[in-house]
């Protein structure tokens, strides 16, 4: 596609991929389901850009919208202003959270919200006394952005392992034993629900009046779609309910429709502290995040003499009216193709396509929740990745465009998929396993 010699000025690591040797691929045009290329070749989105083109590309209520506004009101100061849709947009977004989780603080990006969860829930505590409690603790395998908070409680060492000691006070819950394994992937459903009891641990460890929170997503998807059994996330809760830890759910790619319920706190009926999202907020058409926080951590922050916030945050960008007129076209567009649960109704035509794929060459593993699949792949000897990075290729000639993480193929199709479109990914998928081995 590209020409290499331009990747000189615009090199983000992962656009350039030297890794591999190899240029970009150059996406000109989006439709529904489908991306163009700059050859004009239409490639079926399997994975919803990133994640986030829940309700497929291009949806007319949300370019109208994004275009009107632009046209009306370009900005508004989060400062002492706000506008109209800003308002507009958190009330609609509480009518659809899990129970309680109706404060919603808004950001620019999954990273954002992650590190404004984060000083929240130290805030929290601070606020009301309880000031030592500091830590944070992740999850090992866990993803929660870039910046320097995410990348601490994140538990991918390869994003954090040049940058230092990074926030003090930060430990993670074990994911497995061995770690050449996901310790949820051997196929029996309740498997792996006693990792959990690793926070208990480090409650005994650190004592638990020194520990703000635990962030963990529902389902981690850049780590390699891991998806906790039953039981899990509800043990994660009780140990925080028992210590007075705060429970925060990365739902970055978990919200807005992705595991057949509008959040995973919700397919998983356990309810967080404080809600991560981004991505599917704006379906993907203008940077935005938010932080859902439940009424009392909101309260918290506002019972100061005169009523000042005793929480001092918040971006330029916060709630910027493109991203708010952007959010309300979404959840529109949502509401108009029932799509929240639609992931809920496709599920088992999506389960059964997929795990036709179990016994094709070098297939260890299929996962899969709503419209969440993982293919774990047989590394390549001593070339971790590189299997699954020629999938990707050779999928990417087919018209298929996957995502790949490790060596798991991850799917996370746009949320109007029909039949016809998850044939079309399971059979591009099942020649290129064949032609990989
Ligand atoms: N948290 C999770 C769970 C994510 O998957 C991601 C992005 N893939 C992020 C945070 C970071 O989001 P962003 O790239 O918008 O900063």
Known sequence: SADVSKLDAYWMPFTANRQFKQAPRLLTQADGMFFRDDKGREVLDGIAGLWCVNAGHNRPKIVQAIQQQAAELDFAPPFQMAHPKAFELAERLAQITPAGLNRIFFTNSGSESVETALKMAIAYHRVRGEGARTRLIGRERGYHGVNFGGISVGGMVANRKMFGSLLSGVDHIRHTHDPARNAFSVGVPQHGAEFADDLERLVQLHDASTIAAVIVEPVAGSTGVLIPPQGYLQRLRDICDKHGILLIFDEVITGFGRTGNPFGAQTFGVTPDLMTVAKGITNGCVPMGAVFAQQKIHDAFMTGPEHLIEFFHGYTYSAHPLACAAGLATLDTYADGDLLTRAARMQDEFAKALHSLRDEPNVIDVRNIGLVGG?????????????????????????????????????SPPLIIESSHIERIIDTLRGALRRAA
């Open 375 to 411: 293919i774990e792949l047989k590394p390549l000897d001593g070339q971790p990745a590189k299997r699954a990075f020629n999938i990707f290729l050779d999928c990417w000639d087919k018209g298929l465009l996957i995502r790949t993480t490790g060596d798991t193929i991850a799917l």
